[in-house]
Structures are given as structure tokens and as C-alpha cells.
């Protein structure tokens, strides 16, 4: 005999949004830019702790943020996450709110050290952005930028115009919206540089020493939103200008382990298994592997017969951020109606870009991106 939910149980119906089995046992992928998928066995783990947090008998989330497990917790994830990326012993790890959004402004508050300007690199959305909000403190210099060939290309570092007196230089090694990606490290000197990293962190190894500070917001590439972590090295920090909210403040957070105030223990938490199921997979050689792979497959099916095409520079293509558009755009719409039947979920561009795009992060598994090929290759059938 067939069981049926209970009208008033939702639980079924909700797991088809976490990316595996939806109404009908049938497997969906979920392709969200952010809030995005993440690890199954993560959100496993996170259900079966969530009353009882290892026999304390009280959830992470009535836990008392000074308290001796939450501050295992803490602890626990900042090691975890040292070990993953090789942080030097002379970076900070802070685990903060706001957002990418608001370190835009954190950053020039924090780094300027007494200076008055900043260069930006501008490759897109997000580092527009990041420049927008840094003129609200300092003086700009746009070093260089990919306007002129609409985003498709990351300028060449020799094109770039640095000035020495700069407290800093902004790069953004991701563009979400555009599929734009960095695939080295620019060399600036005595500068320091600084990295919007929110939707590329922990997908490969980066050298930690390359920069002064880096920024990500989790709810890309780590975990839940609410979380944004920041790696800056030490003697960066003290400089902040006046005025500076103690909380917004990155030397008073750092002296005092990201608790100035409560800090986003859930997502703290969360982010400490993330952490932990990326040491499982074998650590960020092993993820990097696997995010190669993937990123690879999905632009060989668009590249493959002029059906669909991605217009960014083939060696500036992001691994994680896949976008890309129908030859004939009046088909969109329907591309997308058509994926989500599929259990292809969350397919569309940003809404600045329109068109395709697929985020490829750590937690998609490879079967996603085979099931997306698929599906890409019957509806040019149908349509080509
Ligand atoms: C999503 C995103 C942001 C904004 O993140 P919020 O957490 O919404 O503030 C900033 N930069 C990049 C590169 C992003 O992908």
C-alpha cells in the first residue's frame, strides 16, 4: 500500500528546493547564484544536531555566544578554515555580518590608513559596485576596466595604471553576473591587495601572502547568508577612520575574536561543517579538480554547435559562475521554463545581464552539470 504525505506535511515538499529529490523521487539541481546548494550531508548533519548539539541537550541556536560551546564552535571553524586556504600566521580570520555589500564600504573605512585614495580594478557588477560605495570615502582611481569590451575580458595587468600612494588595490577575482574570472594573482607591489572573493572562495587554493585582505560572503560558495568572512593580514589593521562603528571596526573585532557583539552563531556553525565536508572531499586541490571539470564540460556543450554562446573571453571564464546566452534569445524563456520541468532549477541570468547562468559551486555535483548538458543538447534538438 502507497503512503501519502499528510496535507499539512511539508517537509516532502521542501527538500526538492535543497537540490536532490523533489515530488515524484525525481532528482533536481538546484543552479542559484546565491543563497545557493549546499552539501546534502551538511544539511543531514545540521537536522540531526539541530535539537541536541552532541549530547549538550540545547540547539546551536540557543546557545549563549560566550558560552564553552559556542566558542568550540568558533574555534573549531577558524582552524578548520586555516588549514583548508594555508593562512599565515600573521592573517586575521573574521567572521562578521553585512555582506559583501557592506564590506564594500568596510574596507576603505578600515584600510585607508590615513591615505585618500584607492584603485579599483572594474570588471563588472560587483566591482562597480565595490567602487560606487568606496567614493563615499575616499578618492577612486579606476586602474583599469573592461567597460570597453563589455565585461567579457579581465584587463591585462600591464594595462593597468597603479599608483604608488594608493592605500590599497580592489580587485574582484569573481564576477558573479558576468561569468568573468581571474585566473592569476596581479603582482602590486608594496600596495596591498584586496579581494572582493564572495563567489569563488574556497572553490581552489588561493596564496593567502598575495593579499592584504580578502572578503567573501558565505551564502555563495560556503554556507548560509548572514555570514561574511574576512582574512586580513595584521599589520593592515589600526588605521580605521574616525568615526568608524566599533562593530564595523576590523582591529576591534579582531581583538576580540568577532565578538564584539553576537555574531551570526548559526551561520558560524553551518559554515564549520561546510568547512569540514571540504576537508573530506579531499581539501581544495581535490575541489579545485572537480570544479575544473565540471566548469569545462558545461562550456565544451555551449562552444559545441552555435546554439548557444558565451560571449566572456575563453581564458577568463569562471569555473563557478557559467553564463551564457541562446543564439536566438527569444528562446530564453522557454529554455528556462522548459530546464525547471527538469528539476533544473534557478537557471536564469542575473537580472542586470539577462540570459543564462549556471553557478557551478563546490556543492553542485557533477551529475548536475551532466543532467544540464543533456537537457542543453535536447532543446537545441527540438529547437535548432
Ligand atoms: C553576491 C555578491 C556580492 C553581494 O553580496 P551580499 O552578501 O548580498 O552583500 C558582492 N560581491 C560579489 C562578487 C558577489 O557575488
Keep these: 500500500m502507497q503512503t501519502l504525505p499528510e496535507a499539512g506535511d511539508t517537509t516532502r515538499r521542501r527538500r526538492s528546493s535543497r537540490g536532490t529529490t523533489g515530488r515524484g523521487g525525481r532528482r533536481v539541481f538546484n543552479f542559484a547564484a546565491g543563497p545557493a546548494i549546499m552539501p546534502r550531508v551538511v544539511l543531514t548533519q545540521a537536522r540531526d544536531e539541530m535539537l541536541d548539539w552532541r549530547g549538550t541537550g540545547i540547539s546551536v541556536l540557543e546557545m549563549p555566544f560566550t558560552g564553552p560551546e559556542f566558542t568550540e564552535i568558533l574555534a573549531h571553524a577558524t582552524e578548520d578554515l586555516r ?133 567573501a560572503s558565505a551564502q555563495k560558495n560556503v554556507g548560509p547568508a548572514g555570514l561574511t568572512i574576512v582574512i586580513v593580514r595584521e599589520d593592515l589593521l589600526g588605521g580605521a577612520l574616525p568615526g ?19 555574531p551570526p552563531t ?67 524563456a522557454r529554455f528556462l521554463a522548459q530546464a525547471h520541468r527538469r528539476g533544473l532549477f534557478n537557471l536564469k541570468g542575473h537580472r542586470v545581464m539577462g540570459g543564462i547562468r549556471a553557478s557551478l559551486y563546490n556543492a553542485m555535483p557533477e551529475e548536475g552539470v551532466d543532467a544540464l548538458i543533456d537537457f542543453m543538447e535536447e532543446f537545441s534538438r527540438h529547437h535548432g
Design 244 to 262: 568608524t562603528p566599533t562593530v564595523f571596526n576590523y582591529k576591534i573585532q579582531a581583538d576580540n575574536d568577532s565578538m564584539v557583539n553576537t
Design 83 to 215: 588549514g583548508l586556504l594555508a593562512i599565515p600566521g600573521n592573517y586575521r580570520v573574521l567572521f562578521l555580518q553585512g555582506g559583501a555589500y557592506a564590506h564594500h564600504a568596510m574596507v576603505p573605512m578600515n584600510l585607508l590608513r590615513g591615505r585618500e585614495r584607492a584603485d579599483y580594478v572594474e570588471t563588472g557588477h560587483w566591482s562597480r559596485r565595490g567602487i560606487a560605495e568606496a567614493r563615499r570615502y575616499c578618492r577612486v582611481d579606476v586602474a583599469a576596466s573592461g567597460e570597453r569590451d563589455n565585461f567579457t575580458r579581465v584587463p591585462p595587468r600591464q594595462t593597468w595604471r597603479l599608483n604608488p600612494d594608493a592605500a590599497f588595490c580592489h580587485i574582484t577575482t569573481n564576477e558573479t553576473a558576468q561569468g568573468l574570472e581571474f585566473h592569476w594573482t596581479p603582482e602590486t607591489g608594496e600596495v596591498p591587495l584586496v579581494a572582493d572573493m564572495t563567489s569563488d572562495f574556497l572553490s581552489r587554493p588561493v596564496d593567502i601572502a598575495r593579499y592584504g585582505l580578502i572578503y
Design 266 to 332: 548559526y551561520a558560524i556553525y553551518l559554515a564549520g561543517l561546510v568547512f569540514n565536508w571540504v576537508q573530506d572531499q579531499g581539501g581544495m586541490p581535490a575541489i579545485e579538480r572537480l570544479n575544473r571539470r565540471k566548469s569545462a564540460k558545461l562550456y565544451a556543450a555551449i562552444d559545441a554547435n552555435g546554439f548557444y554562446r558565451c560571449p566572456v573571453a575563453p581564458a577568463d571564464r569562471s569555473l563557478v559562475s557559467v553564463c551564457f546566452r541562446l543564439s536566438d534569445e527569444s528562446l530564453e
